[in-house]
Nanobody
Framework: QAQLQESGGGLVQAGGSLRLSCAASGRTFSAYAMGWFRQAPGSEREFVAGISRSGSRTDYTDSVKGRFTISRDNAKNTMYLQMNSLKPEDTAVYYC???????????????????WGQGTPVTVSS
């Protein structure tokens, strides 16, 4: 059974930075595409960024392009989300997710991910 655990969330002022980590266990981490999603209070869960199995390809939602960077270290079974120039509208619980199967590419659709972490809260104050 795959397990994902996020860390690195917290309270930061607007314009600040945070780095989220997602540690994976229980499966061959490098065989699965991964992604970050977020859910703000009263909103649906939304895609933030995705990364291919090797890390060579990435995708971002428009609102974070140029500010967030997704990466992974397959030797450490860990994925990261570097968040710079944070804005109050980035406030949300951030979730990491692993693709449903080894054949599933990174995707913007939550249904393509079969394994989820518990989430880490990020609060950006103005």
């Amino acid at each position: 059974q795959a397990q994902l655990q996020e860390s690195g969330g917290g309270l930061v002022q607007a314009g600040g930075s945070l780095r989220l980590s997602c540690a994976a266990s229980g499966r061959t981490f490098s065989a699965y595409a991964m992604g970050w999603f977020r859910q703000a209070p009263g909103s649906e869960r939304e895609f933030v960024a995705g990364i291919s199995r090797s890390g060579s390809r990435t995708d971002y939602t428009d609102s974070v392009k140029g500010r967030f960077t997704i990466s992974r270290d397959n030797a450490k079974n860990t994925m990261y989300l570097q968040m710079n120039s944070l804005k109050p509208e980035d406030t949300a619980v951030y979730y990491c997710a692993a693709a449903r199967t080894i054949y599933t590419s990174y995707s913007r659709e939550a249904d393509d991910y079969g394994y989820w972490g518990q989430g880490t809260p990020v609060t950006v104050s103005s």
